[in-house]
């Protein structure tokens, strides 16, 4: 049957994500250039849609039932996805099982099957941190997961892909991934690199369009993101705001908007999909991602491709992307004044942050494309001999 992948990735995929985008990409690039012959998806079922089976693209995806609970924040492990697991291993002999992000339960059953078929098992990270933003009980869930499963997971595992440098110092130094297992594979943008430079972008603008690309949830800062804009817009700074996303706090966005009368000044977009977030950014001069937890996150490198300022906190593969020093805000003192002040320069001193930019731009479409992205996993996943003697 060739070389198959069984990807278990629960369920990140298709999905808002940009976790699920650049799964999305990576498997597609490999199976168009010949690298692998077959990827089976098996993934929870989480929009409830009853579709167990489809085939998107040469990706054939499985689903199994799920049980959450915490109004779906905390996914429990089913016999549904063991039973499946199992079965497709059977079926179709896959030489390498992969998953994705350690906060899953799936991650565990993979790796009992990967030792029951002998088969490689392969762990792809994208988070360079302990969660934080999020309530005290799934803070608290959360550590105690990277100190006990994480652990056994990166131990377990026969290789371990880094999306970014932050995140191997991370799993590295503080959940003693071991060091020989670890190889740092970075994300690429999952849009066409848009051709018009900085300068020609920026010249002559008397509109700043300012966006946010999303999930709504609190480690994101949204309600950061939205006082910073009500800011400018009350200095009568000449800005419009496009959001664009879904999440938990939608109507609280919402209804600060509407108490505070933004209409005028702010698009809310609700999902949108791959393509007219490239429409969005080409359109688009500033763009804000002030998250807690970041890996190496594929709507920055996006918005870098598509001529964006990015205004961004110095976190995880954040700073990695991100060299304009200014653009990098200090966890500990983002707030919605620091976050418009930092706007407010970037407006009233585009002229100087251009060719900033510019070789910003450069540096990423160097160091992130899919070219290099697709050899290194063909240098040190599918075509390397990845098994190692594991305890």
């Not at 491709?305 to 060299?323: A, P, W």
């Not at 510019?358 to 075509?383: A, G, P, R, T």
């Amino acid at each position: 049957m060739g070389k198959v992948i069984l990807n278990a990735s629960y369920g990140y995929f298709p999905s808002i994500s940009g976790v699920g985008e650049i799964i999305r990409a990576t498997y597609t690039k490999l199976l168009e250039q010949g690298h692998i012959d077959k990827v089976i998806l098996l993934c929870a079922d989480t929009e409830k849609t009853g579709v167990y089976y489809e085939n998107q693209n040469g990706i054939e995806i499985y689903r199994f039932k799920m049980i959450q609970i915490l109004n779906g924040r905390i996914p429990l492990p089913s016999y549904d996805m063991w039973r499946k697991l199992c079965w497709l291993i059977k079926e179709f002999k896959p030489y390498q099982i992969h998953t994705h992000t350690r906060f899953q339960f799936l991650n565990i059953f993979a790796l009992i099957a990967s030792r029951l078929f002998k088969t490689e098992i392969v762990h792809v990270e994208y988070l360079a941190s302990h969660v934080k933003g999020e309530s005290l009980p799934i803070t608290l869930a959360s550590y105690l997961w990277d100190k006990t499963i994480s652990k056994f997971v990166f131990a377990k595992s026969h290789r371990i892909v880094s999306t970014s440098e932050s995140i191997t110092e991370f799993i590295c130094g503080t959940l003693k991934a071991p060091k020989g297992k670890v190889v740092t594979i970075p994300n690429a943008s999952t849009i066409a690199v848009y051709p018009v430079s900085y300068q020609q972008k920026f010249e002559g603008v008397t509109l700043f369009k300012i966006a946010y690309i999303g999930r709504f949830v609190k480690l994101k800062n949204l309600m950061t993101i939205i006082k910073a804009v009500h800011l400018l817009i009350d200095k009568k700074l000449p800005v419009q705001f496009n959001l664009a996303g879904d999440g938990a706090l939608k109507n609280e966005i919402l209804q600060y908007i509407e108490l505070h009368n933004l209409h005028p000044y702010v698009n809310y977009l609700g999902k949108i999909s791959k393509e007219d977030v490239r429409s969005l950014l080409v359109d688009n001069h500033i763009f804000l991602n002030p998250s807690n937890l970041e890996g190496l996150p594929n709507t920055v490198l996006e918005a870098i491709s598509c001529s964006n300022f990015v205004v961004t906190t110095n976190v995880g593969g954040n700073k990695d992307l991100i060299k304009v020093d200014d653009c990098l805000i200090d966890l500990n003192i983002l707030s919605p004044e620091v976050l418009a002040e930092r706007i407010e320069t970037l407006i009233k001193n585009s002229a100087y942050y251009v060719p900033l930019f510019e070789s910003n731009k450069s540096y990423v479409i160097n160091n992130f494309s899919w070219d290099n992205v697709v050899q290194l996993y063909c240098d040190h996943i599918i075509h390397s001999e990845v098994t190692i003697s594991v305890d």
